[in-house]
């Protein structure tokens, strides 16, 4: 244990994900060799977080406008829609440049004995969106680009549920299988199951 400030510190920093008691330290005591000017740069982007960063009112990804980057942009395919848990993966999906389309961020994945139910994500208000078209351009798929795992695949099963009814609408699952450079014998049944389910004819 440190005395005053710096434990003080330490223990606000251990608290954020990803970040143990010796990271937290490690942090600690950089910032305090770091010059005053540095300290005041973090300072005033972490303001700027807290008071001027919203999520979109459209698809709930982060955004320092009503409406995103993505959802303002005439551009973007408004007829495919990708949903996804976190801003994070919005990021992940740009990065490939595959995806023109708009998305649609849930806040989460279904999990139940953590309490999280469809109350608590924003599935309500993807329902909402797909039923009122505004700009007049018709959703044609919905691409569900949960994480593949136990409460990502209950969220995409749940989904399909919510989303069969509609009309013209196509629901699909982004496919998973095995990395490149991966061998078979490290793979776990749901990843290889997966990869030979979605097996495709070699050109």
């Known amino acids: 244990m440190y005395e005053g400030p710096i ?12 970040l143990g008691p010796k990271g937290a330290q490690r942090i600690a ?3 305090l060799g770091v010059e005053n000017n540095e300290i005041d740069r973090l300072i005033a982007a972490l303001g ?5 960063v919203t999520f979109c009112a459209e698809c709930g990804n982060v955004s320092a406008n009503r409406l995103c980057r993505i959802c303002s942009d005439a551009r973007r395919d408004a007829t ?4 996804v848990e976190e801003p994070k993966d919005v990021h992940a999906i740009e990065r490939t440049k595959e995806f023109n389309g708009r998305y649609h961020v849930l806040g989460g994945a279904l999990d139940p004995l ?3 139910g469809p109350d608590q994500l924003r599935i309500r ?3 909402r969106r797909l039923a009122n078209q505004e700009d007049g351009v018709d959703v044609s798929e919905v691409i569900v680009a949960t994480d593949p795992n136990t409460e990502g695949e209950a969220t995409a099963t749940y989904l399909l549920r919510m989303l069969k009814d ?10 998973s299988g095995l990395p490149m450079g991966g061998d078979l014998e490290f793979a776990d049944e ?8 979605g097996r495709r004819a070699l050109a």
């Open 190 to 197: 749901l990843t290889l199951g997966r990869a030979l389910s």
């Open 7 to 18: 434990q003080d510190l330490i223990d606000e920093l251990a608290k954020q994900p990803g």
């Open 80 to 83: 495919k829609i990708c949903v």
């Open 29 to 31: 005591f950089h910032l």
């Open 48 to 52: 700027r977080v807290r008071d001027d």
């Open 114 to 116: 953590s309490g999280i």
């Open 166 to 175: 509609f009309p013209g609408l196509s629901v699909t699952r982004l496919a």
């Open 125 to 127: 208000e993807l329902l």
